[in-house]
């Protein structure tokens, strides 16, 4: 018989990240209620654990260095805000014009980047909290406040370091699980590509689940980073670290093995050997999520070898045909470096210890920045600034909500409007609507889970009930907001009772405020707009100029011992640039028509981006598995001039159709044979994808300002 701790063990270990967080979320502010309540009554519990929230809204999967930075400075926003917001509540007038400031000020906290998110909403949740009790009579009173909030933070603050250092191995594990599964999730995306053929797939948006597999990836990789790579001392980090970077060679092996296969044909042999290529990618992509479970679960894995799939005898096939055999064989040998890069991750996993290409110290080169300098602000001075509008329009809708609520006839709680826009209103069109629609929805449903704690009648239920949507609201503001915003009216309803119970639960003013600030927060949408074209011109030149760096990266001869640090970070920049252009087309979807993104243009756009970077990896694949069979100098000569040429594409210096068209009558090499024709023949490709990027962009913007 399983023993209970067993259980809660075996339980725990199924949460993702989001949910330990969460736990670990509502007793931390379990803790504070506990200790402030023994010291101080139930109206000191109350006042720390809104000090405990403040600091917990930034309290998230991090190492525990970040932690520390973030809560700490979560809680002296906080801290600040109720204490202004205590200061003022005799004065009507002054504090709406605070509750301006204080929404202009915490968008602008966005200049420091997602880092500072779960910051900004402190101030607006300090507002809430401290006008949910009775104002002070003295200023004696309003110094305790001030004391028991501080005192909240600080437990608070301990505990959040205590629990992120015990949770940093579950947060690496499921962090390197989220990308090993998003991997195998491209993988099975690329399978079936393959398998549909090339017609199916044709149309305006031929690479869009590609394209979407790429952008998850890369939203996972990220976090995963940032959590594992600090920590290279870590007992297991090294083979965590080494798996992760495995699945990136991974991906990029993936890219270059799609090339070529229009050469085939299409005939019967050429179907059955695209069905077998698909079927093999597909199993990779099944060994890899069992990989992702046994890394979860920490546990270990079964020898899973690849199963063939057909593939020898759908190569065997072209045997015959002289002039496609050996590209039929060097396609089986491009599936065969995918089942070389699944083995060594396999092997790490299993504890056979496989080199790792980058030093702890170039590895920190690839962690998100931290920290709050002041340089930050610059770039946001100008009304051009999306997040200055978005602060401008912030402080505007707020400072509305709170005068429209003290003229309405429920006056009662005028925060609880501004908390409705505030919660709602988002730097674009298409958040906004989201947020609309699910803040709606989830208020209806916490105020009858509310009702139904009101009619049970048990005290002791609302203090729990509490505690609950404190976790839940933490765990699901990132995943599913309707959850989110069902476990926030809960806590916001619960917290007003606990703190004032003549009052009520008020339950239609909160439904009337949620409907009212949801359309309020839309209205301001459209005051100082920040459209995704405003962007457009910024995002061109980036991914741009990231494709001219990766090139020049790429298009190296590879040195014994040099490190390739500089060709990962230009990569993974040229990632996140395509991913900006694919994230601004999808929230220009939700825009007025006449000022929409020209989406088809993008669409086209992204799909020359990832021919280009499909292109370069092959070459990179060549430089560094096959450079014996290359001629150096004739190699090196020609990687130079086509880095130059490409530099000249992509800056416009240079016209189309120099250096030549790629041969598409060469026939493949076979084993053994000298390379060099070939590899001339994939840089005229490289300068060709250039090309085909620097058009694709030019139309962008010629279609953007056509609008």
Do not use: K
Request: net charge positive; with cysteine.
């Amino acid at each position: 018989m399983t023993s209970p701790f067993e259980a809660i063990r075996r339980w725990l270990v199924q949460l993702p990240a989001y949910g330990l967080n969460g736990i670990g979320t509502a007793l931390g502010v379990l803790l504070v209620q506990l200790l402030a309540g023994a010291l101080g009554g139930l109206p000191a519990s109350l006042l720390a654990s809104g000090g405990a929230i403040y600091a917990s809204l930034a309290d998230t999967p991090n190492p525990p260095h970040r932690t520390w930075r973030r809560v700490a400075m979560a809680a002296a926003v906080g801290l600040v805000s109720s204490v202004l917001v205590t200061a003022l509540r005799g004065h009507a007038v002054v504090l709406g014009g605070l509750v301006a400031v204080l929404g202009f000020g915490s968008s602008m906290l966005l200049a420091w980047g997602p880092r500072a998110g779960p910051i900004s909403f402190v101030p607006v949740l300090a507002i809430v909290f401290t006008m949910a009790g009775p104002a002070p009579d003295s200023w004696q009173v309003q110094v305790e406040h001030a004391l028991w909030t501080a005192f909240g933070s600080l437990v608070y603050l301990g505990w959040a370091l205590m629990a992120s250092r015990w949770l940093q191995p579950r947060y690496r594990a499921l962090a390197l699980a989220a990308v090993v599964e998003g991997t195998a999730a491209l993988l099975r995306s690329r399978a079936a590509m393959l398998s549909a053929g090339p017609r199916e797939i044709s149309g305006a948006l031929p690479l869009q689940d590609w394209m979407q597999r790429q952008v998850a990836l890369d939203e996972r990789l990220q976090p995963a980073r940032d959590l594992l790579f600090p920590a290279t001392e870590a007992s297991g980090a090294q083979r965590q670290i080494a798996i992760l970077l495995h699945a990136i060679a991974l991906r990029d092996t993936l890219l270059g093995s799609e090339l070529d296969l229009d050469l085939l044909g299409d005939d019967a042999a050429a179907e059955r050997l695209r069905l077998a290529l698909a079927a093999r990618i597909a199993a990779t992509a099944d060994t890899l999520g069992w990989l992702a479970q046994a890394v979860q679960w920490d546990r270990p894995m079964a020898a899973a070898p690849v199963g063939d799939q057909g593939l020898p005898a759908a190569l065997a096939a072209f045997a015959d045909d002289p002039r496609r055999s050996a590209l039929a064989a060097a396609l089986g040998e491009r599936a065969q470096h995918i089942a070389d890069d699944l083995a060594r991750m396999l092997q790490t996993w299993r504890g056979q210890a496989q080199p790792t290409p980058l030093s702890a110290a170039e590895l920190q080169f690839f962690v998100s920045p931290e920290g709050w300098p002041l340089a930050a602000l610059a770039p946001h001075r100008r009304l051009s600034s999306p997040i200055l509008r978005q602060a401008l329009r912030s402080a505007a809708a707020l400072g509305t909500a709170y005068f429209l609520a003290l003229a309405l006839p429920w006056a009662s709680h005028p925060h609880w409007l501004v908390l409705s826009v505030a919660v709602v209103l988002r730097g674009n069109l298409d958040q906004t609507l989201a947020r609309r629609d699910a803040r709606v929805a989830g208020t209806a449903l916490g105020c009858l889970l509310v009702l139904l704690f009101a009619w049970l009648g048990q005290t002791w239920l609302s203090g729990v009930a509490f505690l609950l949507a404190v976790g839940v609201a933490h765990a699901f503001v990132n995943v599913r907001y309707l959850v989110t915003a069902t476990a926030a009216t809960m806590m916001a309803l619960l917290q007003a009772h606990m703190a004032h119970p003549a009052g009520g639960y008020a339950i239609g003013e909160r439904l009337a405020d949620t409907l009212l600030g949801a359309l309020l927060a839309w209205g301001f949408c459209y005051v100082l707009p920040a459209w995704e074209r405003r962007s457009l011109a910024r995002l061109i030149a980036r991914v741009q100029e990231a494709a001219r760096v990766l090139a020049a990266e790429a298009l190296r001869w590879p040195e014994a011992g040099q490190s390739d640090l500089a060709l990962r970070l230009a990569r993974r920049e040229f990632y996140e640039a395509i991913g900006s252009i694919a994230a601004s087309a999808q929230r220009s979807h939700a825009e007025p028509t006449r000022v929409q993104l020209p989406v088809p243009a993008m669409a086209t756009l992204l799909t020359r981006c990832h021919v280009l970077l499909a292109q370069l990896s092959a070459v990179r694949t060549m430089l560094e598995r096959r450079r014996e069979r290359l001629d150096e100098p004739s190699a090196r000569q020609a990687l130079v001039a086509a880095q130059a040429e490409v530099a000249g594409v992509l800056a416009g210096t240079v016209e189309s159709g120099v250096g030549g068209q790629a041969d598409p009558d060469l026939g493949w090499p076979e084993p053994q044979a000298p390379l060099l024709p070939w590899l001339q023949r994939r840089l005229q490709l490289v300068v060709q994808g250039a090309h085909g990027v620097r058009q694709a962009a030019t139309a962008v913007q010629a279609a953007g300002a056509r609008r």
